[in-house]
């Protein structure tokens, strides 16, 4: 053990010093050089690290991700297209690529409608009651999403008649309203909805949160203004608040949106992908893991690094147009 | 498969903490290449120092003090005590420093982190199908180059445990620790008692006792496939236990090496009588529909239930654990009746795999594996046999991987019967593994259990097998 620390303390000590002495030589070097030549060279003297770290840990990965996917289950030989194909013709493959969009539309949707519904409500209460009911629902953000999935296990927990009492709370309200308890997780299509709950659970408060700062930083002459003119709280909402944080919305929605794409432990912890319920992230780990095909496994992430790449420039375009009206 | 289930388990292993130390300096020093192939292992551990081989029962001769690594391997909870339990007498024994690390997710896991480099020393598998995936990478150490002998063991594991651990290159890779046993009827003592029914001795007297209890207002049988992201297992083994005797242990072997289609109509026979016990009129406690949805661990509880259980629940030795406790002299079990006059013995097991062979690794793992070693993992007390003890954990016991583990090892009834089949069949080479444990992955440990739970779900026979049979992966 005492090893162990000795080595991690070398290891912070080098590391640290190392990174210090890299940069404290580096710009010696640089005032070396003739003034104008320093200017030129410094700033890709400070980032070329960072670049190169960039280079190897996610450029080289992501393109050999894709050179992989068209490769063998082992990753040897070519295959050209035939894991897209298979993918494509794959009846499993086509129901995650379906449940996949589901999840991309209604949970980003409901998130922020739910996030936005609570900004603005929230903004009408007192400072101490608003703050309060805000932690409330911010509090799920906190949680990982495998602690979140066991937590929804025990409210869609189902007990069959002669198994016991019913311990789930969706069953037990179910129960109490005078009707049979429900396999939540097996009522397909409906169970993929149920799994989305928790996402939605999970990221209302995170919409909320960015939002209502966007609508506390509205000018106030212009809520004013409109309030002179006798508009309704209904109006304000619809005519001024929404369109002036219409880009935070988007933010919101395209971030909410590239996180899903890529969610995967939900599913896998709630049901492994059964009863219709398996996206594509799902399949991908279990293609890559569980089932060793490499070529196939990759070929799932390509299909997600695809599908996230429009809603990320997306992104990158509306955050460059807000910092330019700055 | 047995008891692997999966969730996620956040102990850090300490080979973890030294390594992210390493992996922080790389990164700090911008040692671009930092990451290392891993321990490659297989460096032929010269000193094995088993004196005749294994199965001799001796301590060997190896200075066991430099012995620190970790055994990995998926059993949690009270199991996977057991194994703390096991290897913190192992380490009293012997000045090892072994360390035990258990996860729910085991296979993810392990494929994890021998991709990352981070192998553990040594691991024990529920999946032998993927012994030789690591084996074929060359990424384990052979039981040639390790100086195993070969013919003992094949005589005191069985050969069909060893024939499983046998890779491309002709070499074992697998080394037979302890197994489950599937072959298994748990039933409600009492009941049976109390209404004079006789243990079935064909799978035709099987059906017809479960008409009878229908007929009695008893409710016979209490399924339950679920098992988060390893659902329908359960439905599998059933599958298995009747091709075996059906069809025969030759076709069981051509079934799993897919030497016949999947969808042959041996094996459709097969889960259509399955189908007789699991679609039968009233045999099947809080319906069929909803088998799915109950989880393997809950299964057998209502067989402790006075009124409105059930009487009979197939699984293997493994759940006995998972009863209730100090109820678990209500049930008793009987051994899966013949089929066409054929019998069988079908289970599970756990197989080591030696990723860095060290010398202490090998002579660990040649020590585990002796009977005397077996006996301190078989009970709590190891019994009236073991001079080590056992290892400590109340409710758990493990059955024997050796035919000469002593039966008196074993602190239950139940435990004993079970060891003394499992050690016969061993002895008379009659013990065979779950065919889904050998099976390619995509299909022992995907689509065939897809397969049982849409069947128990309403969906028809021949649709479930073409689908797996389509699903097969090309070689």
Redesign the interface.
Known sequence: MSN?LL??I???V???G??WL?YWGADRLVNMLPLRAATALRPWVFVG?AL??LT?YLVYPAINTIVLSFRD?RGQGWVGFDNYVDIFSD?NGRLAIRNSIAWVVVVPVLAVAIGLAFAVLADKLGRRTEAAAKSVIFLPMAISF?GAS?VWRFIYN???????EQTGLLNAIWQGLGNNPV?W??SEPWNNLYLMVIMIWLYTGFAMVVLSSAIKSLPGEVLEAARVDGATEWQMFWRIVLPMISSTVMVVLTTILIIVWKVFDIV????????GTTIVAERM???F?????QGRGAAFAVLLFVAVLPFMTLNIRRFRAQEEMR | MSTATRSRTARPPRRAIRRGAALFAALALFAAACSSDGDDGAEPAGGGGGTSGEGSGSEGTTDMSGADFSLFGAPTGVEGEAMQGFLSVYNDETGANIVYEGSDSFEEQLRIRVDGGNSPSVAFTPQPASICDFANAGQLASLEDMGFDIPTMEENHGKFWMDLGVCADGNHYGIPWFPNYKSIVWYRTSLFEDRGYEIPETYDDLVALSQQMVADGVTPWCFGFGSEAASGWPATDWVEDIVVRSAGTDVYTQWFRHEIPFNDPQIADAVNRFGEIFFGDGFVLGGTENVAAIDFREAPLPLFNEEGGCAMHKQGSFIANFFPPGEEDEVSFFDFPSIDGNNAAMGGGDTLMVFDATPEAVQAVKDWITPDWECVLASPSGGSASELGGHGVEGVERLPGHKDVPLDCYESETARNQAEAVRDAIADNTFVFDASDLMPPAVGQGTFWTAMLDWSRGAQTDQVLTSVESSWPQP
């Not at chain 1, 912890?269 to 059964?274: A, C, L, N, Q, R």
């Not at chain 1, 893991?289 to 095909?293: A, E, L, S, W």
């Open positions: 162990q080595q991690v070398i290891a912070l080098v590391g640290v190392g990174i890299l690290p190169l770290l190897v289950r009846e495998v066991i189902f007990r069959p008649e002669g198994f016991g396999a997780l097996l896998f912890v709630m049901t492994g992908g059964e009863f780990i279990t293609e893991f569980t089932f060793r095909n």
